[in-house]
């Protein structure tokens, strides 16, 4: 923790000393009070923004996971789709996600819909290929012995696959919590009026450049925030299952 | 002569080099068959052949079998999230038929199992999952640690678990793949004489590097070196259902031919 405020009051004086050396005017660095001023002033309207923003990307984290979390277990059960799939995995990877966000406007419209697809699109691959990871590495001693007992293929995914890969799939579900909100601003930048990233946009157009970092602390700060929710959860669920 | 409870016929390959010379293996029902070896010499392969298990060599040759097969390995291959019960019942856990012992309408029983007996009245129902899973973590010693985790026992209560497991399987051939050479001395042996016990009347081949645990245990013991398959001369009668005394002359004098039979 005191690293932490050691940490902040450094970058703080850094950033005001920047200010103060080089002259920097307002609308190209605003000051830290400035963006505290911003931030309170504003503070209905982004909190407003905020909320649509967590709410993309906790719509988009739980359908992403799910849908990542689900093709790993079809990959885990055929080998030969699997070996359709996982090439195609990694173009989708390829392509940059802010070069899909207009097409998804376009086809989504201007409500959420894009934003939750958006973040799904980042989601999904971490989730889904540390999960498969996972399930390819079931200690080879248990499924001799359920081979050995005349298990179904169902069966050991259910009580042996599955279970021994949950903790990969935790270490997806982290890393993806960082990065959903990524997705989520990626697609209110691109359409709409609603969401932190939009409130950036606009707000950098107009150069309230105070503004623009308000906003950013505060994604900061939820996307913070939302990655150790996530954490403690998954910590909580996995002790609970002694894995 | 009944008929064979398993054979292996054939010799293997590891990539282009020879792993065993051709093998005749005839496993005859009843008693403990040792098949002794030092390591790398295709032992477990043999083992796993018969287990119809992946064994990542070439085999060029004919396994039959004619018994429903338990295994029990050096990993123990415990499930470290189950307790002993659960890993004890993995069996039923695995082929579903674990429920079972959660109708209440027969307490203990399963509905859909013989109930001998005039009109199945005073008939013991045959016994569920639980109950029998808890008989045999008693019978091998582990009855107040039937609600530990894997990583709270010793190696050797691991291995009384994994044996609890095999024995809840009830298959009437046992396959033994080195079931305790990680354990120490002393409990190895007394581990030898639970399996000795718990084991008997069942089919069993065990397959040891140590030359103690096949004179102790084996009721007819095999060698197998790198040029082939060698019977060895039958040892006298074990005590029914019991390992013969690790310090009886006659063992320590079977132990060291043995020996000199895996130096040749």
């Known amino acids: 923790m005191r690293t932490v405020v050691t940490l902040a009051v450094t970058i703080l004086a850094l950033w005001q000393g920047v200010i103060w050396l080089a002259g920097m005017p307002p609308f190209l660095l605003p000051s830290p009070l400035a963006v505290t001023e911003a931030l309170w002033l504003n503070r209905a309207e982004i909190a407003r923004h905020a909320g649509f923003t967590l709410t993309e990307v906790m719509l988009g984290f739980i359908l992403g996971s799910t849908l990542g979390a689900a093709l790993a277990v079809a990959m885990g059960f055929s080998q030969r789709l699997a070996g359709v799939l996982r090439p195609i995995l990694t173009f989708s990877q390829t392509i940059p996600v802010f070069a899909l966000a207009p097409i998804l406007t376009l086809w989504l419209g201007f409500g959420m819909a894009p934003k939750i697809a958006m973040t799904v699109l980042i989601v999904f691959f971490p989730v889904a290929s540390a999960f498969l990871d996972g399930l390819m590495r079931t200690p080879q001693a248990a499924l001799d012995l359920a081979q050995v007992m005349g298990a179904g293929r169902i069966r050991i995914m259910r009580h042996l696959r599955i279970p021994a890969a949950l903790p990969s799939l935790a270490t997806g579900l982290r890393l993806a919590a960082v990065y959903a909100p990524i997705g989520a601003v990626i697609g209110e930048w691109v359409g709409g009026a609603r969401g932190l990233g939009a409130l950036m946009i606009h707000a950098n157009g107009r150069m309230k450049t105070d503004l623009v970092f308000a906003a950013l602390l505060v994604l900061s700060v939820m996307t913070v925030i939302f990655a150790r929710a996530v954490a403690i959860a998954l910590h909580r669920l996995l002790s609970r299952y002694g894995v | ?223 197998l070196r790198g040029t082939g398959l060698t019977e060895w001369p039958r040892p006298a009668p074990r005590p029914k259902g019991a390992a013969r005394p690790y310090d009886a002359p006659e063992v320590l004098a079977l132990q060291a031919e043995l020996m000199r039979g895996m130096m040749a």
């Open chain 2, 1 to 223: 002569m009944t008929a064979a409870a398993a054979s292996v016929r054939g010799r293997a390959w590891v990539g282009e080099a020879p792993l065993f010379a051709p093998v005749d293996l005839v496993l005859e029902p009843g008693g403990w068959t040792c098949l002794l070896g030092p390591s790398g010499v295709g032992k477990s392969t043999i083992l796993r052949l018969i287990a119809g298990l992946e064994t990542g060599a070439r085999f060029e040759g004919e396994v039959t079998r004619n018994q429903p097969v338990a295994l029990m390995a050096q990993d123990p291959g415990l499930i470290p999230w189950l307790d002993v019960t659960g890993n004890v019942t993995l069996g039923a856990r695995l082929r579903g038929t674990l429920r079972a012992s959660f109708l209440s309408k027969y307490p203990g029983g399963r509905p859909s199992g013989p109930i001998e007996g005039p009109d199945g009245r005073g008939a013991e129902p045959p016994a569920d999952p639980a109950t029998r899973a808890a008989r045999l973590i008693k019978a091998v010693g582990l009855a107040d640690r039937a609600h530990h985790l894997p990583a709270n026992l010793s190696g050797g209560q691991r291995q009384r678990t994994a044996l609890a497991r095999t024995l809840f399987e009830d298959r009437p051939l046992v396959l033994l793949d080195e079931p305790f050479s990680a354990l120490d001395a002393r409990t190895r042996a007394q581990m030898q004489d639970l399996a000795a016990r718990l084991l008997d009347d069942r089919t069993v081949l065990l397959v040891t590097h140590d030359p103690a645990e096949a004179a102790r245990l084996g009721d007819r013991i095999l060698l």
